[in-house]
C-alpha cells in the first residue's frame, strides 16, 4: 500500500498480511480524496475500523487537521502507530476499542469531527449500528459528513440523508449528512 497524494504522496504504508483486513484500494482511495479535496484542509477526521490505517494516513497526507484511528485489534493498531511514525504524522490518536464504545470515550473527550469514516467488516450489521449511535452522538459537528465504504449488496438503514452515492465495481461509498 502507497500514500496516493499530499505530503507524503507515493510513501509506502506497511501491510500486516497475517491481518484479516481489506485493504481500500486505491482507486476507491483516489475517488473519495476527491470527493474530499475542499473539506478535507483542516478538517477533524475520524477513521473507524481503521484496520491498516491508509485512510486517515492519506487524510493527514493531504492536510487534515486531526486524525483519529480506532480499530478493536491491537496488531492493527500496532501496525498504525509503526506506520504513522514511519511518515512522521506523530500527533494522530489511535484508540484500540470496539466502534461503538470509542464514539462514546470520544464524545466524553468532547471530540469533534467534519469527517467520519466507516470501514467495517462487511454483512455483520455493523453500519446500522454506528449510523443509530451517530444519530444522536454529539461527535459529528453540524454539516459533517459520514462516509460509509460497503458491499453493495448491504443496504443502508438510517435516518440520515444519502447525498452522495459512488460505485466501485462490489463496493460503495455513501456519503451522509444529518437530516
Do not use: W
Amino acid at each position: 500500500m502507497r500514500v496516493i497524494g499530499g505530503i507524503a504522496k507515493s510513501r509506502k504504508v506497511k501491510m500486516n498480511n497475517s491481518l484479516t483486513i481489506r485493504p481500500i484500494s486505491d482507486r476507491v482511495k483516489q475517488s473519495l480524496f476527491e470527493i474530499l479535496k475542499y473539506d478535507i484542509g483542516a478538517a477533524a477526521f475520524l477513521d473507524l475500523f481503521a484496520g491498516s490505517g491508509s485512510v486517515g494516513i492519506e487524510a493527514l497526507s493531504r492536510g487534515a487537521g486531526e486524525v483519529v484511528f480506532v480499530d478493536n485489534n491491537d496488531k492493527c493498531t500496532k501496525l498504525i502507530r509503526e506506520n504513522l511514525k514511519i511518515l512522521g504524522f506523530i500527533s494522530a490518536e489511535v484508540i484500540i476499542a470496539d466502534a461503538l464504545r470509542s464514539l462514546d470515550l470520544l464524545s466524553k473527550k468532547g471530540k469533534k469531527f467534519l469527517l467520519i469514516f466507516l470501514d467495517p467488516p462487511y454483512e455483520l450489521g455493523l453500519i446500522k449500528n454506528i449510523l443509530k449511535k451517530l444519530e444522536t452522538s454529539d461527535i459529528l459537528i453540524e454539516n459533517g459528513v459520514v462516509i460509509v465504504k460497503r458491499h453493495k449488496k448491504e443496504v443502508l438503514e438510517t435516518n440520515f440523508v444519502l447525498i452522495k452515492e459512488r460505485f466501485y465495481g462490489d463496493t460503495v461509498l455513501s456519503f451522509l449528512k444529518r437530516k
